[in-house]
C-alpha cells in the first residue's frame, strides 16, 4: 500500500480543527472540603506542565487452554499524577499545597491535633477534584479530564543556586482514585 500524498495527509490532519497542541492546556486543581487550599482561577497558568492521566488494566492469572494461555482482564488502575508548577514569590500555592499535605497527614513534627492529621475532614474526606482540559487553536475549551478523589502525596525540592536564573519551579505527585473523559 502506498503513502498518501503530502497534500492528503494535510487534508486529513486539517479535519476538525486540525491537530491538538501539548502546549494548550489548564489545569484545576480543587480541595473539596477546605476550598481555602485550592489553586485559583487566577493560578491556573501557573501549572506549567502536566499530561494526560493514564491508566491500566492489568491481566489475571490465565487459564491454559490447547497449549497456549487465555488472558483475562483484571482490575484498572492508576498511576500517580505529577504537576509542574510555576513557584510565585510568595510561595502561594506550594503553601496550600503542604497545608493540604499537613492536614491529611499531621504537622511537620509529627504532632497530631484536631486541625492536623485528620484524613476526614467535617465528615467528608481531604480529597480534591483535579481538571486537565485541552485548550484548542482558538483558545476554546475541548476535550477535559476529570481527575476525582485526588490529594497531594510528594511535593518535590526546589533547588536554589546563584548561578541559575531560571523561573523556579516545583513537581507535586498526586494520588487518585480515577479519571474520566468529558
Same mark, same amino acid.
Given at each position: 500500500m502506498a503513502l498518501p500524498t503530502i497534500s492528503t495527509f494535510k487534508a486529513n490532519l486539517g479535519?476538525?480543527?486540525g491537530s491538538a497542541r501539548p502546549n494548550l492546556f489548564k489545569v484545576s486543581i480543587k480541595n473539596t472540603p477546605?476550598?481555602?487550599?485550592?489553586v485559583t482561577k487566577d493560578e491556573e497558568f501557573l501549572v506549567k506542565a502536566t499530561s494526560i492521566p493514564a491508566s491500566t488494566i492489568a491481566t489475571t492469572g490465565g487459564v491454559s487452554y490447547g497449549g497456549?494461555?487465555?488472558k483475562y482482564a483484571? #482490575?484498572?488502575s492508576y498511576a500517580n499524577w505529577t504537576t509542574t508548577i510555576i513557584n510565585d514569590e510568595d510561595f502561594a500555592?506550594?503553601?496550600r499545597i503542604q497545608n493540604w499535605m499537613r492536614q491529611i497527614s499531621g504537622k511537620l513534627d509529627g504532632d497530631r491535633n484536631v486541625s492536623f492529621g485528620r484524613y +476526614? +475532614?467535617?465528615g467528608t474526606y481531604n480529597e480534591? +477534584?483535579?481538571? +486537565?482540559t485541552q485548550v484548542d487553536k482558538d483558545g476554546k475549551n475541548g476535550k477535559s479530564y476529570t481527575i476525582d478523589n485526588l490529594w497531594p502525596t510528594s511535593i518535590a525540592a526546589i533547588g536554589v543556586d546563584w548561578s541559575n536564573d531560571a523561573i523556579?519551579? #516545583?513537581d507535586v505527585e498526586w494520588c487518585f482514585d480515577k479519571w474520566t473523559a468529558v
Open positions: 479535519n476538525n480543527g477546605k476550598t481555602a487550599l485550592s497456549r494461555e487465555i483484571g #482490575f484498572r500555592i506550594r503553601n +476526614v +475532614v467535617g480534591g +477534584v483535579g481538571t +486537565v523556579m519551579d #516545583f
